[in-house]
């Protein structure tokens, strides 16, 4: 299983970024696809996820109109960040789990998101 992340970088407050996370080596449909979010210094923490049925959810802490999304059929999830808040670089990390785990099976090598004043 392989996947494969893209879209974070350097952006000024305000603007917004894209995320992509492309899985190969499994069956997407089956797998509920998110992010893990890492700030400096602090644990990795679950930041939103889309659901098999395409449902999606957030963490309580995430501000902002986000939207996460999937395409089953290029095996691809997206997090679309609008509006985004200054802040330090933080590393946002893919996940899939298969719909009867409860903990990550596989995660992407994360990407780095850096929201400038």
């Known amino acids: 299983v392989h996947l494969v992340e893209s879209g974070g970088g350097l952006v000024q407050a305000g603007g917004s970024l894209r995320l992509s996370c492309t899985a190969s080596?499994?069956?997407?449909?089956?797998?509920?696809a998110g992010w893990y979010r890492q700030a400096p210094g602090k644990k990795r923490e679950w930041f939103a996820d889309v659901g098999t049925d395409g449902n999606p959810s957030y963490a309580y802490s995430v501000k902002g109109p986000f939207t996460i999304s999937r395409d089953n059929g290029v095996r691809t999830a997206w997090l679309i960040m609008n509006h985004l808040k200054p802040e330090p670089t933080a590393v946002y990390f893919c996940?899939?789990?298969?719909?009867?785990?409860?903990?990550?099976?596989?995660w992407g090598q994360g990407t780095q998101v850096t929201v400038s004043s």
């Open positions: 996940y899939v789990r298969h719909w009867s785990s409860r903990d990550p099976d596989f």
């Open positions: 080596g499994l069956t997407f449909s089956q797998n509920v």
